[in-house]
């Protein structure tokens, strides 16, 4: 059973066009995390968000973790081929392990020039 | 900086062959982790060692042993490689009270 639901799983997508990435679960979550990964490497932490209904924004993306806290978005405004990679989510469950992330399955963009 | 370093990047093992992926971190990190990916599955955690002296089985342990040899290292053994254990491991690391992980850029294995 897979704790963290992201959609879509492919987006292929022209530079300057918007999207949106989402991260859906079943079960709360102290807190929520977004990486991304360029091929060959490791992910690397975009944003932590803790606070139910928080809105983070990084440059051009912009993180919003729900109010329930079971789910979060990603949203890309006008990519760039420099945005291409795979965007996973890792949640915290509330009252677990400080110790144990789970993670979606990741979305991969291709941001076409 | 370095990080977190893995080695080997790449590993063609054959069934039965046993291996060892070797883990170190420089950022005086208490917590360090295991995990595999594989496509379509997302990042699983094998093991995990919250500090040093102690260590805890993940979402997928089985065929895996572990080995925090000090506060620095962190050892992930293949004892008998089998075709399932073909993936892209990454060894990764934090701080125990916050919340960034840290991966090193992964290890290649292929069980043939």
């Not at chain 1, 329930?68 to 990603?74: E, F, H, M, N, Y």
């Not at chain 2, 102690?54 to 004892?79: A, I």
Request: aromatic share 10%.
């Amino acid at each position: 059973t897979q704790l963290l639901e992201q959609s879509p799983q492919f987006l292929s997508i022209q530079e300057g066009e918007n999207l949106t990435v989402y991260c859906n679960s079943s079960s709360v979550f102290s807190s929520l995390q977004w990486y991304r990964q360029e091929p060959g490497e490791g992910p690397v932490l975009l944003v932590t968000v803790v606070t139910g209904g928080e809105v983070k924004k990084l440059k051009r993306l912009t993180f919003q973790f729900g109010d329930a806290r079971k789910d979060s978005s990603l949203h890309i405004t006008a990519a760039q081929p420099g945005d291409t990679g795979l965007y996973l989510c890792a949640g915290e469950r509330s009252g677990g392990s400080n110790y144990k992330l789970t993670f979606g399955k990741g979305t991969l963009l291709t941001v076409n020039p | 900086n370095a990080g977190v370093t893995q080695t080997p990047k790449f590993q063609v093992l054959k069934t039965g062959q046993s291996m060892t992926l070797q883990c170190a971190q420089d950022m005086n990190h208490n917590s360090m982790y295991w995990y595999r990916q594989d496509p379509g599955m997302g990042l699983r955690l094998i093991y995990y060692s919250a500090s040093e002296g102690t260590t805890d089985k993940g979402e997928v342990p089985n065929g895996y042993n572990v080995s925090r040899l000090n506060k620095r290292e962190f050892s992930l053994r293949l004892e008998s490689a089998a075709p399932s254990q073909t993936s892209v491991y990454f060894c990764a690391s934090k701080v125990s009270s916050g919340n960034t992980i840290y991966f090193g850029e992964g290890s290649w294995l292929t069980v043939v």
